[in-house]
């Protein structure tokens, strides 16, 4: 292991991380926005906006997110849209972690009891009054696991951002591997700071999935 070389171009790693986590973080909170949309639409069963949700959540989870990131990078400015590397990383996780949010979200909503909707009304609330104080804190709650886990697979998607020239953690490590070829330096490299990204995320959402448990059914 040359230490030389990873004290040398440890900075690099850092402005990639740097790079890597804006992306990601931004593309994971509007990918729960839109899940959350999406959830909304499909749970209130909304004519038109549900067949178009249903749709575009089959084409999003049927199709690798590099697929997804040629088209919005090399299609869309065929037909006059252009966008650079970086809005494209951010779109393209977004389109991809959408529909994984609105599958997540949608089944907290459906393991809501219907008996407690019908309480809900019968104590004089309305639709929307049950939806947030009785619907929404349950579904939150159950659906924490899959929100947490959704949320590191979509950090991790991250990876393939080199291919539209991103100078991500992978396009630099392959850069340096390329260039020097210190595979081993690299890719360790890589993987502790896709660990230090990764960890402190699993850590946070284990904790906060316990509080929500515990908050909701006292254990």
């Known amino acids: 292991m040359d230490f030389t070389f990873i004290k040398e171009y440890l900075p690099l790693y850092e402005t990639a991380a740097k790079l890597t986590v804006s992306i990601g973080l931004i593309g994971v909170g509007l990918s729960i926005i839109s899940g959350i949309i999406c959830a909304m639409i499909q749970y209130f069963k909304i004519p038109v906006l549900r067949q178009f949700v249903s749709i575009y959540i089959e084409i999003s989870r049927n199709t690798p997110l590099l697929i997804q990131l040629f088209f ?3 299609g869309l400015p065929k037909v006059g849209i252009r966008t650079n590397a970086y809005v494209c990383g951010i779109l393209g996780l977004t389109f991809l972690g959408g529909s994984y949010m609105a599958e997540s979200f949608r089944s907290g909503l459906d393991a809501v009891p219907d008996i407690q909707k019908e309480s809900s009304y019968s104590l004089g609330m309305t639709r929307g009054q049950a939806v947030r104080y009785v619907v929404l804190p349950q579904a939150v709650a159950v659906s924490a696991p899959a929100f947490t886990a959704n949320f590191i697979f979509l950090l991790k998607e991250t990876s393939v951002f080199s291919a539209i020239s991103l100078m991500d953690l992978m396009f630099t490590a392959k850069d340096l591997i ?12 890589l993987v502790v ?3 230090i990204i990764l960890l402190p995320v699993s850590i946070l959402g284990s904790v906060a999935e316990r509080r929500l448990r515990y908050a909701e059914f006292g254990d």
Do not use: P
């Open 72 to 74: 919005i990078y090399y």
């Open 178 to 189: 390329g260039l020097y070829y210190k595979t081993t330096e690299s890719l360790f490299l």
């Open 193 to 195: 700071f896709y660990l």
